[in-house]
């Protein structure tokens, strides 16, 4: 009985003590492994929270909703913009489309320092970095988590504006997507960096995103046409990596690739983003 | 586990340089429970910072769990725990998803890590908080999940930066416990800064003083006190003077302060003299400082043994009282 007891005991104890107790990823997998396990975190908190989903995907409609009727109403007769005189609804929104995609996608990948402010107060952005994962991972996945919704919005936007005289060019569309994506991992860090360089001071992580991101916005064309504008708002434009982007999206929704426009589009996001990731990833290890 | 040589860590702020360690030397042998004391400020918190591969030493190398810390901080945090004077866990999550979390940073198996969470929420008090979310905990509650994050890899090597500061007494008590068998369970080595000199005191087997970014002091808390303080005696004596009562002291004792006592404070008669003598080791000493005043022919009406703390430790080797700063 005794006997028994002696030789099962050690057993377990081994088994609760002993086991390959540390794992550790390596090799490029690691990095993608990473961002997966950052993503999964932060994507459960929209999944878990279903009525923010859910407003969060209304949202960008009602703007739609009440923002282009009023844009093919003023400019309908005597529209500045790419196609000249008199435009109809679809027309319009071939348009505008592509740059409310832009704009939500830029909105909610510039909030992305937003929660890390939150997770910097309390602790909890601390206690990630303790872990092994990869810094980039950190910053790439959390990025990644704004512009998913982006995804679902986007689609939705197109699919609901159909009936309106909206052509949905679907490949080239989700090619669009996809290089929102590159460029908003790169705004993403970037907001990502500011909140760590406004750490415990919420109000300049606002400030500057919000006297940032208008700016940026008016000076990409997104919303209404530059060509009406002076001169030095069109040279100023073409300093702004929004307004590639916005191009790029305007001519890959509707349907084309063989377009410079789609290139410099290109270029804009993969610039972005390394120049985002690499400063967000220097600011990362910088501060704690 | 922990081996560092001249860890050193200036910052610059605004043009003005600094220097919040200067060059630690420390080692930490396996199963050791060290603590680091010292008073806000001090460097404790840098120091850890560094040791956990979190902050990169401005000069100095450090080796934890087998690795450098600079040349593979990946390899360092694999191999132990942390957890920082703030909450781990996100205050928007629930309790399990964030463990399932963390066991994913850590790169495990989902099999693994789901069994590992619900282990430590059983073991940890945590069972039947599964699903609520982290702001809605207690804050013992909550320093329970910090825990938990923390040993979601099963460390080695556990690092505990002001683990109980802002508990309650009970919550702080109850912590210990599961920080103890927690230790116990998975043999770990444990590192804690504290500004608590009764928790350093009492939980920690050996404590490093470090006050301006330097260590200045490291043993055991009974060596420390010993070496570094004296207990003291105070003693109300009736049928003498000043001068006779100095007289009565035996040789071999520390300061005698002798003043008038005030039968207010409740203990002894109501006239007499108090007074304070300084010893090593107070409690053997006092028969005998009773016994050489009654052959003065004082009478000892009442005696007291206070035993050298932490404190006094600190006051001797700084000249400033670690209770006062952590008051302030």
Not at chain 1, 18 to 41: H, L, Q, S, W, Y
Not at chain 2, 235 to 242: A, R
């Amino acid at each position: 009985m005794s006997e028994q007891t002696r030789t099962t005991a050690p057993a377990v104890a081994s088994t609760t003590h002993e086991a390959p107790r540390i794992v550790t990823r390596t090799g490029p997998g690691k990095f993608f492994a990473d961002t997966g396990a950052v993503f999964t975190r932060e994507i459960l908190l929209v999944l878990r929270d279903p009525f923010t989903l859910i407003f969060s995907l209304l949202q960008p409609l009602i703007f739609l909703g009440l923002f282009g009727p009023l844009l093919t109403g003023t400019f309908g007769g005597g529209f500045g913009g790419p196609g000249g005189e008199g435009l109809t609804t679809g027309e319009t929104l071939q348009w505008f489309v592509p740059g409310v995609i832009v704009m939500i996608s830029l909105f909610g990948t510039s909030m992305t320092g937003s929660n890390l402010l939150y997770e910097i107060m309390t602790g909890s952005y601390e206690r990630v970095l303790a872990t092994p994962l990869d810094r980039s991972a950190i910053l790439v996945g959390r990025a990644l988590k704004e512009f998913a919704p982006l995804l679902v919005q986007g689609l939705l936007i197109a699919v609901v504006c159909i009936p309106f005289g909206f052509t949905f060019h679907v490949v080239p569309a989700l090619v669009g997507l996809v290089l929102l994506g590159i460029f908003g991992i790169g705004v993403g860090a970037f907001s990502h960096a500011l909140a760590l360089a406004a750490k415990n001071r919420e109000w300049l992580f606002w400030g500057v995103q919000q006297s940032l991101l208008f700016p940026l916005l008016i000076l990409s064309g997104m919303m209404l046409p530059l060509e009406a504008g002076p001169s030095w708002m069109q040279t100023a434009a073409k300093f702004n990596p929004l307004t590639y982007m916005v191009d790029a999206e305007r001519v890959l929704f509707a349907g084309t690739f063989d377009d410079p426009a789609v290139l410099w589009g290109v270029v804009a996001a993969a610039a972005t983003c390394a120049v985002g990731v690499a400063v967000g990833i220097r600011s990362t290890r910088r501060t704690v | 586990m922990i081996r560092a040589r001249g860890l050193t860590k200036t910052f610059s702020r605004r043009k003005e340089v600094v220097e919040a360690v200067k060059g630690i030397d420390v080692d930490v042998a396996e199963g050791e429970l060290v603590a680091f004391l010292g008073p806000n400020g001090a460097g404790k918190s840098t120091t850890l910072r560094m040791l956990t591969s979190l902050l990169e030493p401005t000069a100095g190398e450090a080796q934890v769990a087998g690795y450098d810390v600079v040349a593979h901080p990946a390899q360092v945090r694999a191999r132990l725990g942390f957890i920082g004077q703030g909450n781990g866990g996100g205050f928007s999550y629930k309790v399990v998803d964030e463990l399932h979390n963390q066991g994913r940073f850590y790169g495990l198996a989902p099999a693994v890590y789901r069994e590992r969470a619900a282990d430590l929420m059983a073991a940890l008090e945590l069972s039947g908080l599964e699903k609520r979310a982290v702001q809605s905990l207690s804050g013992g509650q909550r320093r329970r999940l910090d825990v938990a994050l923390g040993l979601m890899n099963h460390p080695p090597l556990l690092f505990l930066d002001e683990p109980t500061t802002g508990l309650d007494p009970h919550s702080r008590a109850n912590l210990w416990e599961h920080i103890t068998a927690m230790r116990e369970r998975y043999g770990m080595t444990v590192v804690l800064t504290t500004h608590y000199l009764d928790e350093a005191d009492s939980m920690a087997e050996r404590v490093v003083v470090i006050d301006h970014g330097e260590i200045i002091a490291d043993a055991a808390p009974g060596v420390l006190k010993h070496e570094h303080a004296d207990d003291a005696l105070t003693l109300v004596v009736s049928g003498g003077d000043e001068p006779a009562v100095r007289a009565a002291v035996p040789d071999g004792f520390g300061e005698v302060v002798v003043f008038p006592h005030d039968p207010s404070t409740g203990s002894g008669g109501p006239d007499g003299l108090r007074v304070r003598v300084a010893t090593a080791r107070g409690a053997d000493a006092l028969p005998g400082v009773i016994e050489a005043f009654r052959l003065a022919g004082l009478t000892t009406t009442s005696a007291s043994v206070r035993q050298a703390s932490l404190d006094d430790v600190f006051l001797n080797l700084t000249g400033r009282s670690l209770r006062e700063e952590a008051a302030a």
